[in-house]
């Protein structure tokens, strides 16, 4: 092994990774608990998957370097890297076609929980040629759970009009692929959209060409992207825009700078704007710091301008404008209050005039975010760069950390993928929530194209061309393209199914004379409550509702739904048939 890793930082590249994965496996074996049920998202999901995803970076260590000692690759250099770097496309359409088939496939082609839920309910309304859902006023309580009114929703329980708390910029995104039926097929597209451009930004990076094809195999054998690739979440929209904006500044001219700028104004409104904020600082400065800086710096900003004024302060009024419709004097301030939520993870209750709270947010947001941590918190962000590490090449980002030291005193755009990465890191230290549901580390993948870009500056320093420690990286990276790419789909499908298992036994095809309506009890089984998800204007045959206890549910029925029958159950959720066109004489005030 000593000729594989004959020199110092290639012997620390060896036992940080050991290190790394086992403490990645014990760390998840003390999460671990009898009660999931009981335990908050985040860390259930980590004892869930961690100790075969930190396991396995061992095993693919070790099979690279039994490989290379067993010559297999050839003399040292990786041919795949040098080919991919010439001609991209077959791995690229290769890798969209294994995505858009395992959106469908391994993800289920549904939404898994309310975040993700809450900007596909947003596209759908945006596919609709509206900027509302609509619900009946008299079934809001049902139709949305209160642990997501005002904080995954903003919502009048009065009109019954309904929006995502988040910002707009992914729901847009979906939209078009939701109006043609394939919303799977977004995030599959964007994730082969990054390695593209990831490419492409290596060819203008790297003296050496074969760094593209590094790159670009680092990437789509990083399980973080793949996975990400086949959700709903907007992970996928801030990595690859934040990739395509850095693109856009390899050259400022007026055209780039002002498309950069839009690429940005989108970024920010993904879903929320603090990892595009994050990530472009080091960028803002660094064209500050360029001759001319005034007038470049201007068009930049420029670019961001239409889209964050009609984007993201419209969308904050019209959220005031849907709670000020329900609530009286009160309600800018709430509407306010739920678009804070979806940057802090925070609920506020209306405590003020809405103009004054409008004054106010700046300040009452950095106050909110800023938080100094405190240890259990600083043991979640561990766990999170632990996710970091598992959910890559093994031992990629190390490896992106030598680079980043190689480039230490060097004038070089790469070192700004390092302080965005760091800035980022920064960052989420002093914002003080949990991921909860998702895959990999959310708060770092808006930045995660550092990794690859930082990892190649390493892998091809000089001195390093032709060794067997190139060789062994390569081989470890091919087999995890196929082995732990695979390994993260069986837990992530598996992990969905047993979600999807919760539902009691409802029918797939609803006569068009019946309406199925569907009672999920939040508290009975593990995020129950993600199960109440509907289409923005209830135009299926099958409704799910968040049940208020049997007494209120009976009550509810009998005023509007005299018919009903209960035709399943599954511990306390139960599914109940009623005539359609009770349903649709509910419905008629909203549609008309």
Not at 213 to 233: D, H, Q, R
Not at 561 to 568: L, T
Request: some cysteine.
């Amino acid at each position: 092994m000593h000729k594989i890793f004959a020199r110092r930082d290639e012997r620390l590249f060896l036992w940080a990774t050991l290190f790394l994965s086992v403490l990645t496996v014990l760390s998840a074996l003390f999460q671990r608990t009898p009660h999931p049920e009981s335990e908050p998202s985040f860390e259930h999901m980590y004892g869930a998957q961690e100790v075969l995803g930190g396991a396995g970076c061992v095993v693919l260590l070790l099979l690279a370097v039994v490989l290379t000692k067993r010559g297999v690759g050839g003399a040292g250099e990786c041919r795949l890297a040098e080919r991919l770097s010439d001609n991209p496309y077959p791995l690229l359409l290769s890798y969209l076609g294994v995505l858009v088939a395992a959106s469908v496939m391994v993800y289920h082609n549904r939404p898994l929980n309310i975040d993700e839920y809450s900007v596909y309910f947003q596209a759908e309304v945006f596919a609709a040629g509206k900027l509302t859902g609509q619900f009946p006023p008299a079934l809001v309580p049902w139709l949305v759970p209160s642990g997501h009114e005002n904080h995954f929703f903003t919502v009048s329980p009065e009109s019954g009009r309904i929006v995502t708390s988040y910002w707009p910029g992914f729901s847009l995104l979906l939209a078009p692929f939701a109006r043609l039926g394939v919303p799977w097929l977004l995030n599959p597209l964007l994730a082969t959209g990054t390695l593209y451009f990831l490419w492409r930004i290596s060819l203008r990076l790297f003296n050496e060409k074969v760094a593209a094809g590094w790159v670009l195999l680092f990437s789509a054998a990083s399980t973080a992207v793949a996975v990400n690739g086949i959700s709903y979440y907007a992970m996928s929209g801030h990595l690859f825009l934040n990739v395509l904006y850095a693109w856009l500044l390899l050259e400022l001219t007026p055209a780039r700078l002002l498309l950069a700028g839009l690429a940005g104004s989108l970024a920010l409104l993904q879903h929320n704007p603090v990892p595009h904020l994050l990530f472009a600082l080091p960028w803002m400065v660094w064209i500050l710091r360029q001759p001319r800086c005034l007038g470049k710096i201007t068009l930049l900003l420029l670019g961001y301008l239409p889209l964050v004024v009609g984007g993201g302060f419209g969308w904050v009024w019209m959220k005031m404008a849907i709670m000020q419709a329900g609530a009286g004097s009160g309600a800018p301030g709430a509407a306010l209050g739920a678009s804070d939520a979806a940057v802090t993870g925070k609920a506020n209750v209306p405590d003020q005039d809405g103009v004054c709270r409008l004054l106010q947010t700046p300040y009452r947001l950095l106050k909110e975010i800023l938080t100094l941590p405190d240890f259990d918190f600083l043991w979640l962000r561990l766990l999170g760069f632990l996710k970091l590490f598992a959910w890559a090449v093994p031992g990629l980002p190390i490896l992106a950390m030598l680079g980043w030291r190689r480039l230490r005193g060097e004038d070089s755009l790469l070192r700004l993928w390092a302080w965005a990465a760091l800035t980022t890191v920064v960052g989420y230290l002093f914002v003080p929530v949990s991921q909860g549901h998702g895959w990999g580390f959310r708060y770092f993948h808006s930045a995660w194209a550092a990794l690859p870009l930082l990892a190649a500056s390493f892998v091809l320093q000089p001195g390093a061309a032709g060794s067997s420690f190139r060789r062994c990286i390569c081989l470890l990276t091919v087999v995890s393209l196929f082995l732990a790419n695979g390994l993260r789909f069986w837990q992530t499908e598996r992990f969905i199914a047993r979600h999807l298992q919760q539902l009691p036994p409802v029918e797939k095809k609803v006569d068009d004379d019946t309406v199925q309506l569907v009672f999920i009890d939040g508290l009975q089984g593990y995020f129950a409550q993600d199960l109440v998800q509907n289409d923005p204007f209830l135009r299926e045959n099958t409704i799910f509702f968040i049940s208020r206890g049997g007494p209120e549910n009976r009550r509810m029925l009998q005023t509007h739904f005299p018919s009903a029958r209960r035709v399943a159950r599954k511990g306390l959720h139960g599914v109940w048939i009623v005539d359609a066109a009770e349903w649709r004489a509910l419905l008629a005030p909203e549609s008309s």
